[in-house]
């Protein structure tokens, strides 16, 4: 038997063992008592491998268990985690959850989801592959992908690179009968640089983030990329106060992403602590923008066939044609707002910005004269009212052309606007998380400097 396939072996057998003790748990807690439960366990494992200036910093083989129990009397709730999966620490932390939903204030919007929305369908979403590295193999590489960056010349210093390699086996399983299986790997490479000397020094890195190694980018163009980008911001400005159109390359435009997501979501939403409460319908975006949300996409970073209660996921449009079409929510957030379960208990499901005809260059020349935002800084964004204010870096584009690089600058606006301001998306689409979307171009932000 080949390593794969002894590996793929080990891993149906470790979630097996894994199912039957959550149905055993659950089949215990409605012995002693509750209505309902759910479990949820999980054991990841992983090798992460630190290299600086060629040498090995830290090498760290990591398995961590986890095991969450949570149990309904009635609408009493109470919840209670384990990090050891002993039969003792299991039986105490299944006591520990009866004995605190005895004490919990009933909660009207308190239980297990739908049964009816219980997924059925499990298929192979493609993300299952294990690396099969040992640990010198993975220094040689760190080794490989900094000795690629620090071999351009200006490169002063380096952060170091990093290898890591991970995969995870969770379970999750209720008392409607559900018991849903799942099987993940998630690898990652990075490298951080240092260009120039003293009061000159610019720091700046690249990474990759794939579900199977055959998708990394080569340790060569890793290393250029971390470097090209390092040696871009040599010799910073600042930029007077003044309103501009701002690019968001797409690892930050994510982010602007992430902010929508964040305030359409139940938990901001039901606590009336949104700028979008009850904009459901409403108009959020320009009428060309669509955003849909594709769980079973094959090697996504956020696939997956079922939320963190068991309801079945499914493609969803979250803005058609500029409009909100719905909210984010799990079952809990929907009873509160006396609506139904999105299927997104946990988080969102490969969120996909349609991406328009431009790449970043043709961007670039649409906005014409502005500021291209490559880092962002600090926490300056309000869900509640939609201020946006946060320290930045990036370049200052003249003419369609980048003229030279910048820092020490504040963007600032409000996401109404800011979404509302939205010009164009471009076709340099960043997939190595869960929101995927290319460039986003605004019309304007305020941008304060010297």
């Excluded at 630190?50 to 398995?63: A, Q």
């Excluded at 349609?354 to 964004?381: C, H, I, N, S, Y």
């Excluded at 689409?429 to 605004?442: C, F, P």
């Amino acid at each position: 038997m080949s390593a794969a396939s002894l590996t793929a072996d080990l891993s149906r057998q470790e979630l097996d063992r894994l199912a039957e003790l959550a149905e055993d748990v659950i089949r215990r807690a409605r012995a002693a008592g509750a209505s309902a439960a759910e479990v949820a366990a999980s054991i990841d494992t992983g090798l992460n491998v630190n290299v600086r200036l060629g040498e090995v910093e830290t090498v760290e083989h990591t398995r961590d268990r986890g095991f969450g129990l949570t149990v309904y009397f009635g609408q009493h709730k109470g919840t209670a985690s384990t990090a050891d999966l002993n039969p003792a620490s299991v039986q105490a932390t299944l006591d520990q959850a009866c004995a605190i939903a005895r004490y919990t204030e009933a909660d009207p919007a308190a239980g297990l989801a739908d049964p009816a929305r219980m997924a059925t369908a499990f298929p192979d979403l493609d993300l299952w592959h294990p690396w099969e590295i040992d640990t010198a193999e993975a220094i040689a590489l760190g080794q490989q992908i900094e000795a690629a960056g620090r071999a351009h010349a200006g490169i002063t210093n380096s952060d170091g690179a990093a290898v890591q390699a991970g995969q995870t086996l969770s379970v999750y399983a209720n008392s409607h009968g559900f018991v849903g299986r799942e099987r993940a790997t998630r690898h990652a490479l990075s490298l951080s640089l240092i260009a120039g000397e003293g009061d000159r020094m610019q720091r700046d890195y690249w990474y990759d983030s794939v579900r199977a190694p055959s998708d990394f980018m080569s340790a060569q163009a890793l290393g250029d990329k971390a470097a090209e980008r390092t040696l871009a911001r040599l010799d910073s400005r600042g930029l007077g106060t003044r309103q501009c159109p701002v690019l968001f390359v797409p690892e930050l435009a994510r982010g602007l992403i992430g902010h929508l997501v964040g305030a359409v979501s139940g938990g901001a939403l039901y606590r009336r602590a949104s700028f979008l409460v009850d904009h459901a319908g409403k108009r959020v975006m320009p009428e060309w923008m669509n955003i849909v949300e594709r769980p079973l996409l094959p090697r996504g970073m956020g696939s997956g066939a079922f939320d963190a209660e068991g309801v079945a996921t499914a493609d969803s449009a979250l803005v058609q044609n500029g409009v909100l079409a719905r909210y984010i929510l799990g079952s809990y957030s929907a009873r509160k707002l006396g609506l139904e379960s999105t299927g997104n208990a946990g988080g969102i499901h490969n969120l996909l910005v349609q991406p328009g005809q431009d790449d970043f260059a043709a961007l670039l020349k649409r906005m014409d004269t502005g500021l291209v935002v490559t880092e962002v800084m600090g926490q300056g964004v309000n869900t509640l009212t939609g201020d946006y204010s946060r320290g930045a870096a990036g370049f200052w584009v003249e003419r369609g052309q980048i003229a030279y690089p910048v820092e020490e600058i504040t963007i600032a606006a409000n996401l109404r606007d800011m979404f509302a301001g939205i010009v164009a998306v471009g076709n340099d689409v960043d997939r190595r998380a869960q929101i995927l979307t290319g460039s986003i171009l605004l019309d304007r932000m305020t941008v304060a400097g010297q």
